[in-house]
T-cell receptor
Framework: DAKTTQPPSMDCAEGRAANLPCNHSTISGNEYVYWYRQIHSQGPQYIIH???NNETNEMASLIITEDRKSSTLILPHATLRDTAVYYCIVRVDRDDKIIFGKGTRLHILP | SAVISQKPSRDICQRGTSLTIQCQVDSQVTMMFWYRQQPGQSLTLIAT?????????ESGFVIDKFPISRPNLTFSTLTVSNMSPEDSSIYLC????????FGQGTRLTVV
């Protein structure tokens, strides 16, 4: 079973920051938080991952709480192309299998 | 980054037949994974395929229904056997790595 909980859907206005929450209260000390997204009819796409510290790349920022029981994915300036299902996942390392939960369906509104 | 090619991209098959899906990677990888995505659902892991050993299947999936081959470090196949309409899904392969890349999937319709 997936070890994360996400809201089933969210709306965000185009150009605004999209903040997607994820709860992972049973995360172990050696587990990373990963985010993927799946745009309709495509394979999942890696976004970002982190262990303890906040992370930022060209796509998004990842904010992990100090107790590591939850995190937030931030898309700083959402566009219509960011409409997708976003999956938050915990895994031990990069060779670990990925167990997907239901994810959050993000709608970007024009 | 790894580039994954999956074939076929889609197929329509008769019930009772079998379909073999191919997954080719442009670099050598230790672990490959096969997933199923039923209409409107999330991805479900079918099995993990390591080169040189038998695939490891998740609960609810059996080798007789979904035989997997992994002949080398760049290639794997998944066969969907004795198909029924309930097998209509998207089947995806992925490779382990820092970003865990996914193929674009095979859309299977069983009629």
């Amino acid at each position: 079973d997936a070890k994360t909980t996400q809201p089933p859907s969210m709306d965000c206005a185009e150009g605004r920051a999209a903040n997607l929450p994820c709860n992972h209260s049973t995360i172990s000390g050696n587990e990373y938080v990963y985010w993927y997204r799946q745009i309709h009819s495509q394979g999942p796409q890696y976004i970002i991952h982190g262990l303890k510290n906040n992370e930022t790349n060209e796509m998004a920022s990842l904010i992990i709480t100090e107790d590591r029981k939850s995190s937030t994915l931030i898309l700083p300036h959402a566009t219509l192309r960011d409409t997708a299902v976003y999956y938050c996942i915990v895994r031990v390392d990069r060779d670990d299998k990925i167990i997907f939960g239901k994810g959050t369906r993000l709608h970007i509104l024009p | 980054s790894a580039v994954i090619s999956q074939k076929p991209s889609r197929d329509i098959c008769q019930r009772g037949t079998s379909l073999t899906i191919q997954c080719q990677v442009d670099s050598q990888v230790t672990m490959m994974f096969w997933y199923r995505q039923q209409p409107g659902q999330s991805l479900t892991l079918i099995a993990t395929a390591n080169q040189g050993s038998e695939a490891t299947y998740e609960s609810g999936f059996v080798i007789d229904k979904f035989p997997i081959s992994r002949p080398n470090l760049t290639f794997s196949t998944l066969t969907v056997s004795n198909m029924s309409p309930e097998d209509s899904s998207i089947y995806l392969c992925s490779v382990a790595g820092p970003s865990t890349f996914f193929g674009q999937g095979t859309r299977l319709t069983v009629v």
